[in-house]
C-alpha cells in the first residue's frame, strides 16, 4: 500500500511540473553566459571596461608583462640574480612566469575585445556608440598583439571570436609577424577613424583610447616594420594635432606622479587606482575576480630599493647613470631625468631644492629625501648583489608614505606612450628619410628644452648615422630610460644582427655584484658580468612556454626555443643597420 501511495505522489509531481513548465524562468539572471551578453549598449559598454581591466594584470601591465621588456634592454639588469634572470640574460628556456603569464594575460585581452566585435554589429547602436564601441575594442586588442608579437614573434593571430568554439579552430597555429603586424595596422587605421581625440572626448576620454593612442601605435608598427615615410606622416598629423591636442609636460617628473596622471603629454597609461585608495585583495591572475581587488601594480616592488623594503629585482645600469652625468643643464645642474629615472644620493640635491633653476623656474623640487627618509647615499637595489634602485613607475621620488608595501599596491599610472616619444620618433623618420636636418634637431630640441639642456646643433652631425647614433643612444635612452620599450626598439633597429652593435650594447650592460650601488664608468675588465655576454641567438625574443606547446600541437617553437638566427631574414627584408658613431 505504501509502494502504490509512492507512485501517485511521484506521478503528481511529474504532473505539477509538466502543466507550469511555460511559467519556469530556466535562465538565470545571475549567472549570465557569453551566449545572452552583450546585447545591449549599457551591456556592451561594460564588456569594454572589463577589456580594460585584463592590461591590468601582471603579465601585461601590472608586473611581469611591463618589466621582461625593460630587463631585456640595456638599461636595466637584473640586481636579484633570479626571477628575470633568463630574460636579462636571454638566452633560457625561460620559467613559467616570463613565459607563460604575458602569453595568458595578452590572450585574456584578445579573447575579450573579440567577445565585443563579435557582438557590436548586432545591437542597435547610434554611430558614436558604434565607433566608441569597436574602436576601442581594436585599439586593445592592437596593443596586445603588438606586446605579443614583440615578446614572442610568431604567434597566433585569432580574430574571430567563434573559433573558440570549434575543436578545429580554438588550438590555432602560429602566424608570421608580418602577418600579425598586418592585422595590428589594419585594426589600429580603423581605430584611428573611429574613436574620438582626447579634446572631442572630454571627460570620457580620460584614461581610454582615443584617436591620438591609436596613431601613436600604429607609429610605433610602421617603424618596427621600417615603413618610415609611412609611420612619419602619421607623426606630423599628431604633431599638428589632428588626432588631439598634446604638448609636453612643464616638468618631466609629472609624467610618473599619481596627481598629475592622464596630462597633456599622454597619449594613452594604464589606469592604477591611487595609493591606499582600492580594496585589499591582491588579484594576481585572471582566474581572481575581486570587487575588493587593490588595482594597483607591482612595478615598485620590482625596481625599488630592497634596502627600503621592496623585492630589490631590477636595477638601473652604470651606463644610463653616466649618460645622464655627461651632460648638464645650461645652469649647470643636473638633468632632471636622472632624478626622476633613478635614486640615487647626489651632493647638489642638497643645495637645489626650492631654487629656482633652468628647467624649474618656479622652484626645483630636487632633494635626497626618498620615501619620506633623508639619505646620506645611494640606497642598494640588491642587498646582496647591490645596483641602483630605479624611480620611475615608485612612489620613491613622490614621498607620498615612508615605506614600501610589496605587491599590487602602487597606484602611479604606466604611462605607455608619451608626446616625447612621438617628436623623438619623429627626428628619427626625418633623419631616415631626408638625412640629417635642421627639422630633425628642431624635434629633438623640443624634448631637450625641457630640461635645459643646450640645443643640438645640426653642424656637430655630418651624417645620417651621427644623429641616429644620438637618437638611439642618447636622446632616447635618457628619456625613456627603464620604461617599457627599449627592448623592443634593440629588435627594430637590428642590434642583435650587427657584431659592433652587439658589442656595443653589452658595454652598455656591464654590471658589478660587489654589494654597492656601483655607479663607475664599467669595462669588460671591471665589470663582473653583462646580461649580453650570454646571448643566445634568437633569445631577443622570449621563448614560448614549452606547456603551451604541448596543450597545442597546432603551435611549434619561435626561434628561441630553437637557437634560431634572426639575421638573415632580418636583412632578407631589405633592412639595415646603422654602423656604430663615436660622438665623443
Not at 616570463?98 to 548586432?122: C, G, I, Q
Amino acid at each position: 500500500m505504501k509502494n502504490i501511495y509512492k507512485i501517485l505522489i511521484v506521478l503528481a509531481l511529474v504532473g505539477g511540473f509538466a502543466s507550469c513548465n511555460d511559467e519556469l524562468e530556466i535562465t538565470n539572471p545571475n549567472n549570465q553566459t557569453t551566449f545572452d551578453f552583450g546585447d545591449s549598449e549599457s551591456e556592451l559598454q561594460e564588456a569594454i571596461i572589463a577589456c580594460y581591466n585584463r592590461i591590468r594584470l601582471e603579465g601585461t601591465f601590472a608586473r611581469v608583462g611591463y618589466t621582461m621588456d625593460a630587463v631585456r634592454g640595456d638599461e636595466v639588469w637584473n640586481s636579484s640574480q633570479q626571477w628575470y634572470l633568463e630574460a636579462d640574460n636571454l638566452n633560457g628556456p625561460a620559467t613559467f612566469f616570463m613565459a607563460e603569464w604575458p602569453w595568458r594575460d595578452l590572450y585574456h585581452v584578445v579573447n575579450r575585445t573579440n567577445f565585443v566585435l563579435s557582438k557590436v554589429d548586432d545591437v542597435d547602436l547610434s554611430q558614436d556608440a558604434y565607433n566608441q564601441i569597436a574602436g576601442q575594442a581594436l585599439f586593445l586588442r592592437s596593443l596586445a598583439y603588438y606586446q605579443l608579437t614583440t615578446y614572442y614573434q610568431t604567434v597566433p593571430l585569432i580574430t574571430d571570436y567563434a573559433s573558440y568554439a570549434d575543436i578545429n579552430t580554438m588550438y590555432a597555429s602560429n602566424n608570421t609577424q608580418d602577418e600579425v603586424f598586418d592585422q595590428i595596422e589594419a585594426d589600429l587605421t580603423s581605430a584611428m577613424q573611429m574613436l574620438p581625440s582626447r579634446d572631442e572626448g572630454g571627460e570620457w576620454a580620460g584614461g581610454r583610447a582615443t584617436c591620438g593612442a591609436a596613431a601613436g601605435y600604429l607609429a610605433r608598427t610602421l617603424m618596427f616594420r621600417h615603413k618610415f615615410e609611412e609611420a612619419y606622416s602619421v607623426l606630423k598629423d599628431i604633431i599638428a594635432g589632428k588626432y588631439g591636442t598634446y604638448a609636453l609636460a612643464a616638468d618631466f617628473g609629472d609624467n610618473f606622479r599619481e596627481d598629475t596622471e592622464n596630462n597633456s603629454e599622454s597619449l594613452f597609461e594604464v589606469q592604477f587606482l591611487d595609493y591606499g585608495t582600492g580594496g585589499v585583495d591582491e588579484e594576481w591572475t585572471p582566474v581572481n575576480i575581486s570587487s575588493e581587488a587593490t588595482q594597483g601594480h607591482a612595478i615598485e616592488s620590482n625596481y625599488a630599493s630592497q634596502e627600503l623594503g621592496s623585492w630589490g629585482d631590477l636595477a638601473g645600469s652604470p651606463w644610463l647613470y653616466n649618460l645622464y652625468k655627461k651632460e648638464k643643464s645650461t645652469d649647470g645642474r643636473l638633468d632632471p631625468r636622472l632624478y626622476w629615472t633613478l635614486v640615487t644620493y647626489e651632493d647638489e640635491y642638497n643645495t637645489y631644492t626650492g631654487l629656482k633653476t633652468a628647467a624649474y623656474p618656479n622652484g626645483d623640487p630636487r632633494s635626497n629625501t626618498i620615501y619620506q627618509q633623508e639619505i646620506t647615499k645611494t640606497p642598494l637595489s640588491n642587498n646582496a648583489q647591490g645596483g641602483i634602485s630605479i624611480a620611475k613607475f615608485t612612489n620613491a621620488r613622490n614621498n607620498i608614505y615612508e615605506s614600501i608595501t610589496n605587491g599590487l599596491h602602487c597606484g602611479v599610472n604606466i604611462r605607455l606612450m608619451r608626446y616625447s616619444d612621438v617628436l623623438l620618433r619623429a627626428a628619427e623618420c626625418e633623419n631616415e628619410i631626408n638625412g640629417p636636418t635642421q627639422t630633425a634637431i628642431d624635434y629633438i630640441n623640443e624634448v631637450r628644452r625641457r630640461v635645459a639642456l643646450e640645443d643640438l646643433k645640426l653642424s656637430d652631425f655630418p651624417s645620417a648615422d651621427a644623429l641616429f647614433e644620438q637618437i638611439a643612444n642618447v636622446e632616447r635612452p635618457k628619456e625613456f630610460g627603464c620604461e617599457n620599450g627599449r627592448g623592443i626598439d634593440l629588435l627594430r633597429w637590428g642590434f642583435f644582427y650587427d657584431a659592433d652593435r652587439l658589442n656595443q650594447i653589452t658595454e652598455h650592460a656591464y654590471y658589478v655584484l660587489d654589494g654597492t650601488a656601483n655607479t663607475d664608468e664599467l669595462t669588460a675588465e671591471t665589470a663582473s658580468a653583462s646580461s649580453f655576454q650570454y646571448y643566445y641567438k634568437g633569445h631577443e625574443y622570449f621563448p614560448i612556454y614549452q606547456n603551451t606547446l604541448n596543450a597545442n600541437s597546432n603551435l611549434v617553437g619561435n626561434s628561441a626555443n630553437k637557437n634560431e638566427d634572426n639575421g638573415p631574414a632580418f636583412f632578407e627584408k631589405g633592412y639595415t643597420v646603422r654602423p656604430v658613431v663615436d660622438l665623443d
